[in-house]
């Protein structure tokens, strides 16, 4: 078939199971680490540096997608993020020592870290502005919902299967990815070729990387003088690249995309929504086994309750949309993930099931709702010019706001308990109520930033009207 002829949705269906391939992957190994610590000859807890590897070469290497995917062509870029990632898979798989899973995780984070970017830079060229809240929702859902499948499917396939399989199944879908690719995708690029920035290269990838190494210090030993050194030397490099951009005529990272009122609004109040809205998926579970005594297995099919909000308000997202405006479904969803977080606090071990499985759905449909809205709003007013920089931009702050999410639920957790008992390997019901508190009421304050859009900001993508008597 030729490309010019393809269905619509056949490319926002390739991009969206990428997203899910890389998604997955990043939480899917969690439950399997015992396995594979034993059959590495290592102990569990060493075996974290693959987590820790594939999130920091992410974090690393997004800034330069763009980059490559102007200079290459977006085809050639997405389809070899795939390849990479497909071959890293088998690597994972056979692995016989622990550096070496370290080493192909390292190869993963690296396809990975082109397949996300690239493949919503793709989707945001080929889509109109009409049809962009539908599109959206299709590739978001995968980000939403392979973080909680993740950790089960992990545990499952060790269980009856291998922690093997965690890579192996990769394989056919990166094959089949690849061939979609070059028969869907156009290898579309920047007739400029701008050089590449080698020193905002460093120094964003040294902002990124240290910052990340920093919050999981902070989420596993609370703020220690380590934790807090990586975190600021993350961040003074982080300012370092601010004014680096600024100088530099091409720079990696455009932040000149910030003037655009709604790109500029949901790069802010977004990124911050974003972490609030991050750190439910490592608290929830974690007070359903700590605090109410659940297995993991029935702490994992509670929270498989916010995956079916997750995705339960997908069809809908387009036609509210249209009767509210962004503006008003922001403030008014954010209200409801606010308190949604809130009730996550008054459940206990006497809640009942349902009554649980509700809570976790409506956080759920929230988290779904503002999420799409963040990602669609953003690039509604970007010129179609400056659409791979503002891409990169917010594809690199998104993948810090995963970060920073767990951590700062755990730092809540670990300031609770040290201000109770000081034992941190004993938080108790109250210090997981405190915290669902203080992430409601900082969802609240997130939302003060969505005031400033216009009642008919994104108006060309949700089609909504303000009436002029108003």
């Given at each position: 078939m030729n490309k010019s002829f393809a269905p619509s949705h056949i490319v926002p269906l390739i991009v969206a199971t990428a997203f899910f391939m890389e998604n997955l992957d990043g939480t899917v190994i969690t439950t399997a680490l015992p396995q594979m610590a034993q059959t590495l000859g290592v102990n569990a807890i060493d075996m974290s540096v693959g987590i820790t590897a594939y999130l920091i070469t992410l974090a690393v290497f997004i800034p330069v997608s763009g980059w490559l995917s102007d200079r290459l062509g977006s085809q050639t870029v997405f389809g070899s993020a795939v390849g990479i990632f497909t071959v890293a898979s088998v690597l994972c798989a056979i692995s016989q020592t622990v550096n070496q899973f370290m080493i192909a995780r390292i190869l993963q984070g690296i396809g990975g870290a082109m397949m996300v970017p690239v493949g919503r830079l793709i989707v945001l060229r080929t889509t109109p502005k009409s049809e962009l809240v539908?599109?959206?929702?299709?590739?978001?859902?995968?980000?939403?919902?392979?973080?909680?499948?993740?950790?089960?499917?992990?545990?499952?396939?060790?269980?009856?299967?291998?922690?093997?399989?965690?890579?192996?199944?990769?394989?056919?879908?990166?094959?089949?990815?690849?061939?979609?690719?070059?028969?869907?995708?156009?290898?579309?690029?920047?007739?400029e070729k701008r050089p590449l920035d080698y020193i905002g290269f460093l120094i964003i990838g040294s902002a990124l990387g240290f910052t990340i190494i920093g919050v999981e210090l902070v989420g596993s030993e609370g703020f220690s003088k380590q934790a807090i050194g990586y975190t600021a030397f993350g961040i003074i490099c982080g300012i370092a690249a601010w004014f680096h951009a600024k100088k530099h005529t091409h720079p990696l990272l455009d932040f000149s995309v910030?003037?655009?009122?709604?790109?500029?609004?949901?790069?802010?109040?977004?990124?911050?929504?974003?972490?609030?809205?991050?750190?439910?998926?490592?608290?929830?579970?974690?007070?359903?086994?700590?605090?109410?005594?659940?297995?993991?297995?029935?702490?994992?099919?509670?929270?498989?309750?916010?995956?079916?909000?997750?995705?339960?308000?997908?069809?809908?997202?387009?036609?509210?949309?249209?009767?509210?405006?962004?503006?008003?479904?922001?403030?008014?969803?954010?209200?409801?993930?606010?308190?949604?977080?809130?009730?996550?606090?008054?459940?206990?071990?006497?809640?009942?099931?349902?009554?649980?499985?509700?809570?976790m759905f409506i956080y759920g449909v929230s988290?779904?709702?503002?999420?799409?809205?963040?990602?669609?709003?953003?690039?509604?007013?970007?010129?179609?010019?400056?659409?791979?920089?503002?891409?990169?931009?917010?594809?690199?702050?998104?993948?810090?706001?995963?970060?920073?999410?767990?951590?700062?639920?755990?730092a809540i957790i670990h300031i609770t308990v040290i201000a109770r008992d000081g034992n941190i390997n004993n938080p108790s019901a109250l210090d997981f109520r405190i915290t669902f508190f203080v992430v409601g009421a900082l969802i609240f304050i997130s939302l003060k930033g969505y005031l400033k859009l216009k009642p008919d900001a994104g108006s060309a993508a949700s089609k909504h009207r303000v009436s002029t008597s108003a």
């Open positions: 539908k599109t959206i929702a299709l590739i978001t859902w995968p980000g939403l919902v392979a973080p909680v499948i993740g950790p089960p499917l992990g545990g499952f396939l060790t269980t009856y299967l291998s922690w093997h399989w965690i890579f192996i199944l990769n394989v056919p879908l990166g094959l089949l990815g690849i061939f979609l690719i070059r028969k869907y995708v156009s290898n579309a690029h920047q007739l910030l003037k655009v009122p709604t790109f500029g609004i949901t790069f802010f109040s977004g990124s911050f929504t974003r972490v609030l809205l991050g750190a439910t998926p490592f608290l929830a579970p974690l007070m359903f086994q700590i605090a109410f005594g659940y297995s993991a297995f029935m702490s994992g099919l509670l929270f498989f309750a916010a995956m079916l909000g997750n995705i339960g308000l997908k069809p809908l997202t387009p036609m509210l949309l249209e009767r509210f405006g962004f503006r008003n479904i922001m403030l008014g969803n954010g209200f409801i993930a606010a308190i949604a977080a809130m009730i996550c606090g008054m459940l206990s071990r006497d809640s009942s099931i349902i009554g649980i499985i509700l809570a988290r779904s709702m503002q999420f799409t809205c963040i990602q669609t709003l953003a690039f509604v007013d970007i010129p179609p010019e400056k659409m791979s920089g503002a891409n990169t931009l917010f594809s690199t702050i998104g993948q810090l706001a995963q970060g920073i999410g767990v951590a700062l639920g755990a």
